[in-house]
């Protein structure tokens, strides 16, 4: 039996799973809304793999990947969400995760994904890391060398980690759209990548995020 946890806060989606799986090799038997939840019953249960939503209150589920793989490394997370963001999926390899599934996907894709990963291997695609390949790839400034950001640059840099489009970056400092863009600019020149992408790879890899 392959134990999964599923961490989403919509009820609706933590039953569909439940469903989905049911009659298979694969029992949900432990769920979590909240990604303090998720945390906590990873140290605590025994589950095989999780199942995790990038959208959680109290935080969200790349920073919530992140403190599962700080307290039990070893234990295979797979992304799971509605958004197809290429920023999402950088942030889910670079912190370690073993796939990214979208909702849209089928119920045989998810099996799979789910057998796979509980196997011992991972359930990414080759086109989702072709997409990530250059945001992956070294910058010209290394994580460990400091760069010279401003405040509200940091504060831009650390919304646009998040996946936050520039509109909505504007909306949550409260600045304008072109404010954010000029910010957005500027942080990559300084930090010397190419695209947000790139940028929210290397602030996770600063541990800005």
Same mark, same amino acid.
């Given at each position: 039996?392959?134990?999964?946890?599923?961490?989403?806060?919509?009820?609706?989606?933590?039953?569909?799973?439940?469903?989905?799986?049911?009659?298979?090799?694969?029992?949900?038997?432990?769920?979590?809304?909240?990604?303090?939840?998720?945390?906590?019953?990873?140290?605590?249960?025994?589950?095989?793999?999780?199942?995790?939503?990038?959208?959680?209150?109290?935080?969200?589920?790349?920073?919530?990947?992140?403190?599962?793989?700080?307290?039990?490394?070893?234990?295979?997370?797979?992304?799971?969400?509605?958004?197809?963001?290429?920023?999402?999926?950088?942030?889910?390899?670079?912190?370690?995760?073993?796939?990214?599934?979208?909702?849209?996907?089928? #119920?045989?894709?998810?099996? @799979?994904?789910?057998?796979?990963?509980?196997?011992?291997?991972?359930?990414?695609? #080759?086109?989702?890391?072709?997409?990530?390949?250059?945001a992956l790839a070294t910058p010209r400034l290394?994580?460990?060398?400091?760069?010279?950001?401003?405040? #509200?640059?940091?504060?831009?840099?650390?919304?646009?980690?998040?996946?936050?489009?520039?509109?909505?970056?504007?909306?949550?400092?409260?600045?304008?759209?072109?404010?954010?863009?000029?910010?957005?600019?500027?942080?990559?020149?300084?930090?010397?990548?190419? @695209? #947000?992408?790139?940028?929210?790879?290397?602030?996770?890899?600063?541990?800005?995020?």
């Open positions: 039996m392959i134990k999964l946890m599923v961490v989403d806060d919509h009820e609706v989606v933590r039953c569909g799973l439940r469903r989905l799986v049911d009659g298979t090799e694969v029992e949900v038997t432990c769920e979590a809304t909240t990604g303090a939840e998720a945390v906590r019953l990873a140290q605590t249960t025994d589950c095989d793999l999780v199942l995790l939503d990038i959208r959680l209150p109290e935080g969200d589920g790349l920073d919530t990947l992140y403190r599962i793989k700080q307290e039990r490394p070893t234990l295979p997370v797979v992304m799971f969400s509605t958004f197809d963001n290429p920023t999402y999926v950088a942030r889910a390899v670079a912190l370690g995760a073993q796939g990214y599934l979208l909702k849209t996907r089928s #119920r045989e894709d998810l099996l @799979d994904a789910i057998r796979k990963v509980a196997s011992g291997k991972d359930a990414w695609t #080759r086109d989702e890391l072709r997409r990530v390949t250059g290394s994580a460990d060398i400091e760069v010279p950001l401003t405040q #509200r640059e940091s504060e831009v840099l650390c919304q646009l980690a998040l996946g936050l489009t520039n509109k909505e970056i504007a909306a949550a400092l409260h600045i304008s759209y072109e404010t954010v863009k000029e910010h957005v600019q500027h942080i990559l020149r300084k930090v010397g990548v190419s @695209d #947000r992408t790139q940028a929210a790879v290397w602030a996770v890899r600063k541990g800005l995020v």
